[in-house]
């Protein structure tokens, strides 16, 4: 799968977080150079921010090269869940895969950024601009003229296309846009402290209370994270006054009641109040929005950064498609609809939390209340306890890249925790396998990354397959027999893999097609939907 050169100007990419990290890295991945722009001087390197990073997105990160942010996290793998001081339930996540990567790693934002910081300074094709404030997005023809203010006066940085990675305050970017930023801001408060102490037993979990005596009537959120830091998060009133706790002594006392009589430090304080909101639009001619400057969603199932990080690798390989000449600029329509449709999940699932969390009126907080306690004694009404549905990939069943398969359906949103089934749309899982002339690999998400993988189960001539592949697309194209690479055969099981099929996979991973018995067109016609050539 050798990428040719790209010789044209770069991808603008405006913000410098972890979302306009990564879509940096996997451009100069594929070949595509970057202006990174950013309107800050230099890193804010404040409180731990999005902690909570899921498999898929560790994933994404080590395909550029981040294998330290799951390295150096902390790994957790229990939720449980308290009404007063009874604990309702607990889970655990499910690998159908076994991938060697954890279900969830709690880690500082900032940490997370320093890694990615030290790949991208010795990454010649990104050019990094902190100082650049974006005034004005001019599109002309096929650049665009990103106008900035600089500290050395005004410039203009010419890009073939821009993603808009500007975070949750990038409202002149969403103006000069042009897009809608509709939603709503939940009226209480949160107050967030990262605290250093010494917790037995909580290294490893997740813990959320309903109504505990710290804190009645509302919640508390207790989060593990690396060298012995805990995030605790406590819903306060819309009224609370940080300043006014800290003086009056509250905040030591709301932190004893939960830490007890162990020594701590504060390391970091803040209070939040959040947010449900998302553009109209995820593509503005050729400026694609992500992240936070996309979709805001309260943050209790870890869906925000996350839900960045997917939306990076999925612009990044659509616009590294288009300007390589692979596919046609309407790929980058699917993004908008993809990325799209997956915020549009997301702020379902968080507003339905919040309305649990946040009741609006009594009828709501009796409702509530009936749920918990029925909880307490009936273990079939714990599912209806509301703490937060964790993160997980979006799935492009009803993408136009997918290829419906008539033998493989989607069955619906499964228990939390699970995967569905693996159907034409859905993420691949990942696994062990060995390729004979890839030593480096040891998974197959590491396979799928370099352009289209087709498998191939028995019954199914490879070579022939390659050759249909080869004259479908201009993209890069490999084959592999399944039963070549999945020597434990953990992949066939996951896949529940039958004879006489091809599985067709994007370079994110996604399923675009499992064909049986596929005859060449019906395989060319798989590729070019995948590609946006045909619908």
């Known amino acids: 799968m050798t990428k040719p050169a790209y010789i044209g100007p770069p991808v603008g990419i405006i913000g410098n977080g972890p979302v306009g990290q990564t879509t940096a890295l996997l451009l100069a991945r594929w070949g595509i150079p970057v202006a990174l722009l950013d309107t800050r001087h230099d890193r804010d390197a404040v409180g731990s921010k999005a902690i909570c990073q899921q498999r898929d997105v560790l994933d994404i990160w080590s395909s550029v090269g981040a294998g330290a942010i799951a390295a150096d996290g902390l790994t957790w793998t229990t939720a449980r869940t308290f009404y007063r001081d009874e604990e309702l339930s607990s889970w655990s996540f499910v690998d159908p895969g076994h991938s060697p990567l954890p279900a969830f790693v709690n880690i500082s934002q900032c940490h997370s950024e320093q890694i990615l910081d030290s790949l991208i300074a010795a990454q010649p094709l990104i050019d990094v601009r902190w100082g650049h404030d974006v005034t004005a997005i001019e599109q002309e023809g096929d650049h665009i003229w990103l106008a900035c203010a600089t500290s050395a006066g005004d410039v203009e940085v010419p890009v073939a296309y821009a993603v ?50 710290c804190n009645p009537g509302r919640q508390v959120l207790i989060h593990p994270c690396p060298d012995s830091m805990f995030r605790i998060d406590w819903q306060v009133p819309a009224d609370f006054d940080l300043d006014a706790e800290i003086a009056q002594g509250r905040l030591d006392a709301r932190i004893r009641q939960i830490v007890g009589d162990r020594p701590y430090e504060i390391v970091w304080q803040s209070v939040y109040r959040f947010h449900s909101r998302c553009v109209d ?20 199932g870890a869906r925000g950064l996350n839900a960045g990080v997917a939306d990076a690798e999925n612009a ?54 009936r749920v918990l306690e029925e909880a307490r004694a009936a273990p079939e009404a714990r599912d209806r306890v509301d ?17 419906p398969s008539p033998a493989r359906r989607f069955a619906g949103r499964p228990p939390r925790g699970t995967m569905p089934a693996v159907v034409p749309g859905v993420l691949v899982p990942d696994g062990p396998v060995a390729v004979a002339d890839r030593p480096d690999v040891v998974r197959l998400r590491q396979l799928v990354r370099d352009g289209l993988l087709a498998l191939t189960t028995e019954g199914v001539d490879a070579a022939e397959t390659a050759v249909t592949l080869k004259e479908a697309t201009r993209a890069p194209t490999r084959v592999l027999r399944l039963a070549d690479i999945d020597r434990d055969g953990v992949i066939t ?33 798989a590729v070019g939907r995948a590609l946006a050539e045909v619908h």
């Open 316 to 369: 990044a390989w659509k616009l590294a498609f288009v300007l390589h000449g692979w596919a046609p600029g309407a790929l980058l329509d699917s993004y908008a609809d993809e990325r799209l449709a997956a915020a549009h999940e997301n702020l379902e699932i968080t507003n339905r939390t919040m309305r649990f969390l946040v009741p609006h009126n009594e009828i709501e907080r009796n409702a509530r209340y």
């Open 493 to 525: 099981a996951a896949l529940e893999a039958r004879p006489n099929e091809t599985w067709l996979i994007r370079p994110d991973g996604h399923v675009a097609a499992v064909l049986e018995f596929a005859a060449a067109a019906d395989l060319s016609a």
């Open 164 to 213: 808009a990675c500007a975070g949750a305050r990038g409202d002149r970017v969403r103006r000069l846009l042009g897009v809608s930023f509709d939603g709503q801001s939940f009226d209480d408060l949160f107050l967030i402290c990262d605290i250093r102490a010494d917790l037995p037993g909580w290294e490893s979990e997740r813990r959320f209370y309903f109504d505990p005596a």
């Open 387 to 403: 703490s937060g549905r964790f993160a997980e990939p979006f799935w492009y069943i009803d993408s136009t890249l997918t290829t």
């Open 281 to 300: 639009r995820m593509r503005v001619g050729r400026v694609l929005l992500a992240g936070d400057c996309a979709h805001l969603v309260a943050p209790f």
